[in-house]
């Protein structure tokens, strides 16, 4: 294998103006594991705020699977940041690492075995699906810095990288990072949330525990559709069902929400797929059948469903979409295509026009609703 | 078990006047793992810099066993940390999590088991060892923030929320931290080093490696002593030799440094035990026994070992001064009581005098030789 170059992101670029920058732990407990008595749950919050705070509420980025934080301080060919995007812009933010990862530390006696990408599964999805064609938007994607994201390629290799091992039980994950959300929110008061890809369990979950304090969610191509995954095969029949049973027992979500009539458990809702997909080069949804339960704290908290046009998740976003509408939820819908961003994958916040999404992301947020 | 709480240390108060932020990883390689191309070696690498960098050389800082670069960028009661501090100063600062660690990922598949702290392995040691009295010094402990560090106390329990499992090798740590140091060297040129605990090892090896890029090296409170590990025990005879046979089979790292005449292997290194310590309160040193073989390379490399005054290396840092100064390396030594600053123990980056240390190391690496 060629060594992964070490100097694909210069430090000097990534900077941009000053900022301030601290952290603290949230949401940890003393437990006692073996011999020893060891801390569970402790979650790593990095913090960056402008000279003169012009927003009123901050904002917490909550990265997807196999990420960290990381995602959010710097592009992997050397540029800013959203982080540094929304200070300027006058944003107080805050940047996670998921219980268990990165700086927050693994514990995996407690937490259980984890899992990890390789390359080709990036490759495939994320960073290079132009060369794969696994789904039918992948040959619009133009934007990863210096040509598809493959091994060899400097930005590929940077973000490779920064990939670090994630906790295989989807479920633990939730009951696990969600607490710690919500300990922040507690702490640091209203604020608006931007989750990307699997942190849209979390941003579901809390939106539904704290309505008052999630001021928005911007939820960056969550993860997806309602109840099932998919796996995506390329061709005509692009996809199919993956998997035994729900993989989201509650939809969004595999841990409970508040859903009117109350829901005893998942069996209570009542699963029907669509006939059709809504759009050539979607997916068939799956969504509640009657009776339709409504979910009343999501409905208080303005959302925004954001989805690039060359992602492995533009063929499913839709349907959380609907799912959430049909709940009475109706959350935005953001296509960056439609704003003129076009050839976007998954990770938009590492690609060419990353400040370009950012400012889309912050438009949605001055305009939402109040 | 009490949770800890989650405000320890604050955002505003930790933040401190603007600086740049960047990041970038160094020393990956990919690798085939199972049925899996993954990356070895990589380490994560944290750069803040002034709007106008005035020293000479940049500054890398390296922590010690169980931790990550989040020693360095505040205290666990919410102020800056030694990064802020040095960057004020006018240097460009990079803070690496160590390989296998922290937000450069986990990898026990390849790096092998992981082993962890618990809190009283911490208490006893470096934050609360006044309550625990296992060394001669360790009653003059004054320095943890809100008392003694114990569970419970806020810094404490944030200290302890930022702990991580390390790599249980103490071998494999060294030999895949060295090379990451050493990639990280070639990739920004000469710095000084700073590194703490048991980063001293890296720093030796890596100042042996390439002494024209180690402008400098700054080893607080390095791994030792030379050779053997001890156990403290408190009491009159408070330490006893751990372990069978060499901790450090060349002194002062696993791994081999450059002697002159050379090694062919560790047993060509005569090992001898002074008949008396230097001073009350210390051990008896392990030394080279005759033939003594100099160390070339790190006599070329200026260097400070900077000890606390409470702290459990209190009594076993001068062994590594005279080690090196018997090889011709001939380093200074900055013992941090001489200099006015009381009652501090091993984690004094993160003590209620952490700038006043900070200044002291300023003040060295100022006036080195040249």
């Known amino acids: 294998m060629a060594p992964a170059p070490s100097s694909a992101a210069e430090d000097a670029p990534a900077g941009g103006p000053p900022t301030v920058a601290g952290y603290f732990y949230v ?29 009123p509420w901050p904002v917490v980025m909550v990265h997807g699977i196999s990420q960290t934080g990381v995602n959010f301080l710097g592009t992997p060919d050397g540029r800013p940041g959203w982080a540094q995007r929304f200070v300027e812009k006058g944003f107080a933010v805050y940047i996670v690492d998921q219980v268990g990862r990165g700086r927050s530390g693994t514990n995996p006696e407690v937490y259980g075995p984890y899992a990890r990408f390789s390359t080709r599964a990036l490759e495939e999805t994320y960073t290079a699906q132009e060369l794969y064609d696994l789904f039918p938007q992948a040959k619009l994607h133009t934007q990863w810095p210096g040509g598809p994201g493959v091994q060899g390629n400097a930005a590929f290799d940077q973000f490779f990288a920064s990939q670090v091992p994630y906790l295989a039980g989807a479920q633990q994950t939730e009951e696990l990072v969600d607490p710690a959300l919500i300990a922040l929110l507690d702490k640091i008061g209203p604020a608006v949330l931007v989750t990307h890809g699997q942190a849209g369990l979390f941003g579901w979950a809390v939106s539904d525990a704290r309505p008052d304090l999630v001021k928005a969610h911007v939820a960056v191509e969550p993860n997806g559709p309602p109840f099932f995954d998919v796996r995506l095969r390329g061709g005509k029949d692009f996809y199919e069902k993956s998997g035994d049973g729900r993989a989201r027992a509650y939809g969004i979500t595999r841990v409970p929400l508040t859903f009117d009539p109350p829901v005893k458990s998942p069996e209570d809702l009542v699963v029907m797929q669509a006939k059709a997909p809504a759009a050539e080069g979607r997916i068939r949804c799956w969504l509640q059948g009657e009776p339709v339960r409504s979910l009343p704290n999501l409905a208080r908290v303005p959302a925004v469903i954001v989805t690039a046009e060359a992602s492995f998740r533009t063929a499913v976003d839709d349907c959380t979409t609907a799912f959430l509408a049909q709940a009475g939820a109706r959350p935005d819908s953001l296509k960056l295509a439609e704003a003129g961003l076009r050839g976007n994958g998954h990770m938009m916040m590492l690609e060419k026009n990353s400040d370009a999404v950012a400012d889309a992301l912050i438009g949605w947020i001055a305009a939402r609703p109040r």
Chains 1, 2 share one sequence.
């Open 27 to 55: 949401g940890g407990r003393y437990e006692r594991v073996a011999d020893k008595t060891v801390m569970v749950g402790q979650m790593f919050v990095q913090s960056r705020r402008p000279a003169a705070v012009t927003q």
